[in-house]
């Protein structure tokens, strides 16, 4: 009886002792790791055992694993310096022989030409200014996608930039005997306000050239975590099942290819919105009119 007694607390005392080694074993391990980890947050990981431990072991590949994501950001950095300067060439190189184009085709309407040759050159001068808005618009773009700008959003009034956009705007609309409206509101909403304006001027543009009677109202209506922002017109319509489509890169409706433009418009200010946590909605009727609307959040 008494060996009975004494076999089993022998047992009970080993078992206790390794569940408390490996407890003690466990937390060394944690604490080992987070160590590791600290270090590796901070940019200071160096492996300090060379042993042949699982422990070492670990510590190695953790040291390969961040030599390895070091070295990638490393080449995402390079890569993106390199399409930064890419970009820039291109913005730079073609600006002068356009500008160029432009300036000799207004030189030749100026002179006295045939019929022929006048409808040539307004031609040139047509096609130069579409070269350039294509160039500036995928510059645009491409500092946009690839993280070389950063939209600079903070909460201020929204009414004062849709004033801006007006007064831009509105010689184009009256050229056409159109009117443009901008409605009145407190609102108060996180944006950044030059490509906040570049987007919605977008629209505005859009709206002017495939309308041909009737006008342009902008409106505001605040709800408790967005802002919309109407852009209403009197024009053409869209089709709902080109709803998805308009906002593709480079895509035109078969019903707006006689007039200006090279179908990147939307695409761009959608790509705006989108980096502001911001959207875009259109609804139309065809032969009565479209309303883009633009979601901003209030904070």
């Known amino acids: 009886m008494n060996l009975y007694i004494f076999v089993t607390a022998a047992a009970v005392i080993t078992a206790t002792a390794v569940v408390l080694w490996n407890r003690h074993k466990t937390k060394r ?11 590796a947050i901070n940019g200071e990981f160096t492996e300090d055992t060379f042993d042949e431990s699982l422990l070492s072991a670990l510590e190695t590949k953790f040291a390969h694993y961040l030599s390895a994501s070091a070295l990638s950001a490393q080449n995402v950095a390079t890569e993106k310096d390199r399409i930064k300067t890419f970009i820039a060439d ?23 030409l045939s019929d022929s040759a006048r409808n040539s050159a307004q031609a040139i001068e047509v096609q130069a200014k579409k070269l350039r808005f294509l160039i500036d618009s995928l510059v645009k773009l491409s500092r946009l996608e690839h993280g070389i ?31 443009l409206t901008v409605c009145e509101a407190d609102a108060t909403v996180c944006f950044d306000p ?22 342009i109202t902008v409106s ?12 209403t017109d009197t024009g053409i319509g869209i089709d709902e099942e080109e709803f998805p489509k308009i906002f593709q890169r480079f895509y035109r409706s078969g019903q707006v290819q006689d007039e200006s433009g090279v179908g990147i418009g939307l695409y ?6 989108s980096g502001e946590n911001g959207y875009i909605k259109v609804s139309s009727v065809p032969g009565k009119g479209s309303v883009f609307s633009v979601y901003l959040p209030l904070s």
Not at 30 to 38: G, S, V
Not at 90 to 112: D, M, R
């Open 90 to 112: 291109i913005s730079h190189q073609t600006k002068t022989p356009i500008a160029n184009l432009q300036l000799y085709g207004e030189l030749l309407l100026e002179e006295n």
């Open 149 to 179: 700008i950063a939209l600079s959003c903070k909460k201020q009034p929204i009414m004062p930039m849709l004033f801006q956009l007006q007064e831009q705007y509105i010689p184009a609309a009256t050229a056409k005997g159109l009117s």
């Open 268 to 273: 761009l200010s959608r790509k705006i919105l």
């Open 29 to 39: 391990t944690m604490e080992t790791l987070d160590h590791m980890l600290t270090l």
């Open 194 to 215: 030059k490509w906040t304006s570049e987007a919605i001027g977008n629209l505005l543009d859009n709206a002017i050239k495939y309308t041909s009677t009737g006008g």
């Open 220 to 231: 505001v209506y605040t709800y408790e975590l967005f802002a919309r922002i109407d852009i």
